[in-house]
């Protein structure tokens, strides 16, 4: 069973960064599929960034430009790099993690298999 930990959150004024981690349990980092999605209050959750297995990455538009996503294998950690917050960025920050399926990570970020409990980005 995979598990997630995430740190990082906090409150920042618009336009300032914010670097958020996820220390994962085991070798998920290096073998499988990892992401970020948030939940602002009232909303659906939005997939923000992920690393498939093969090494892919993608972005949310809202944040293309403004977030990087990384990983530390030898830390098993996760990471996303914000800059240039906005007060719609305002939400919980999610860590996801799901295995291959026959080598791909083709479910959305949404919808991973191992979720962490969030850390709480505010931007005013």
């Known amino acids: 069973h995979v598990q997630l930990v995430e740190s990082g959150g906090g409150s920042v004024q618009a336009g300032e960064s914010l670097r958020l981690s996820c220390e994962a349990s085991?070798?998920?980092?290096?073998?499988?599929?990892m992401g970020w999605f948030r939940q602002a209050p009232g909303k659906l959750r939005e997939g923000v960034a992920r690393?498939?297995?093969?090494?892919?990455?993608g972005y949310e538009d809202s944040v293309k430009g403004r977030a990087t996503i990384s990983n530390d294998n030898a830390k098993n950690t996760l990471y996303l790099h914000m800059d240039s917050l906005k007060p719609e960025d305002t939400a919980m920050y999610y860590c996801?993690?799901?295995?291959?399926?026959?080598?791909?990570?083709?479910?959305?970020?949404?919808?991973?298999?191992?979720r962490g409990q969030g850390t709480q980005v505010t931007v005013s």
């Open positions: 085991d070798y998920t980092t290096t073998v499988g599929c």
């Open positions: 690393i498939d297995s093969d090494g892919t990455i």
């Open positions: 996801v993690a799901d295995r291959p399926f026959n080598g791909y990570c083709s479910r959305p970020v949404v919808d991973f298999a191992y």
